[in-house]
T-cell receptor, first 111, second 118 residues
Framework: SQKIEQNSEALNIQEGKTATLTCNYT??????LQWYRQDPGRGPVFLLL?????KEKRKERLKVTFDTTLKQSLFHITASQPADSATYLC??????????FGSGTRLQVQP | GAGVSQSPSNKVTEKGKDVELRCDPI?????LYWYRQSLGQGLEFLIY????????KSGLPSDRFSAERTGGSVSTLTIQRTQQEDSAVYLC????????????????FGDGTRLSIL
């Protein structure tokens, strides 16, 4: 079955640095990958979507890459701020319209 | 409001009781999804609605779980004879319909119902 793997360990970085989160997938090759942010006690919030024929997508301080050879997506937050502290989820469609989510990576930005 | 609304936000019940969870999607979103999230875990897909029909209910863990959607809008997830392993946050999301072979529409989530079975 399809699996999305994210580093389950928390990522701690210093304010102002670039945070890089990794998402790896197996088996099925998705046409799209989506990234979401989830704060404690809240539902996930959509951030970015990248298509398989796009190498890179940017939105303000966020950048997502999609490498279909490595079966990997990287999510970058530049000039990170304490307010960026949250859990970030990678997700892909699996042909049935619902999304398969990774377990998320918790980011902690220290002031 | 403009977002997805879920109720109740919290539900505590005794083992063996039935519970109903409600989801009000964003107006105009024909696709609706239910997910379950256990503590520290990722989201587990339960069921997908397109309009009032459920073309994919493969994620429902047992026949104690059922869901319906009426008027292409409100959806209710029902869990009968609740068990302790049903304790989790139940999340609802809605979206426009995806085109192509994969999901390419952002999903908009409610804040979930936190279900605790004593």
């Amino acid at each position: 079955s399809q699996k999305i793997e994210q580093n389950s360990e928390a990522l701690n970085i210093q304010e102002g640095k670039t945070a890089t989160l990794t998402c790896n997938y197996t088996n099925y090759s998705p046409a799209y990958l989506q990234w979401y942010r989830q704060d404690p006690g809240r539902g996930p919030v959509f951030l970015l979507l990248i298509r398989e024929n796009e190498k890179e997508k940017r939105k303000e301080r966020l950048k997502v890459t999609f490498d279909t050879t490595l079966k990997q997506s990287l999510f970058h937050i530049t000039a990170s701020q304490p307010a960026d502290s949250a859990t970030y989820l990678c997700a892909q469609g699996t042909g049935r319209r619902a999304l398969t989510f990774g377990s998320g990576t918790r980011l902690q930005v220290q002031p | 409001g403009a977002g997805v609304s879920q109720s109740p936000s919290n539900k505590v019940t005794e083992k063996g009781k039935d519970v109903e969870l409600r989801c009000d999607p964003i107006s105009g979103h024909t696709a609706l999804y239910w997910y379950r999230q256990s503590l520290g875990q990722g989201l587990e897909f339960l069921i997908y609605f397109q309009g009032n029909s459920a073309p994919d209910k493969s994620g429902l863990p047992s026949d104690r779980f059922s869901a319906e959607r009426t008027g292409g809008s409100v959806s209710t997830l029902t869990i009968q004879r609740t068990q302790q392993e049903d304790s989790a946050v139940y999340l609802c999301a809605s979206s426009l319909v995806s085109t192509g072979r994969d999901s390419n529409q952002p999903q908009h989530f409610g804040d979930g119902t936190r279900l605790s079975i004593l």
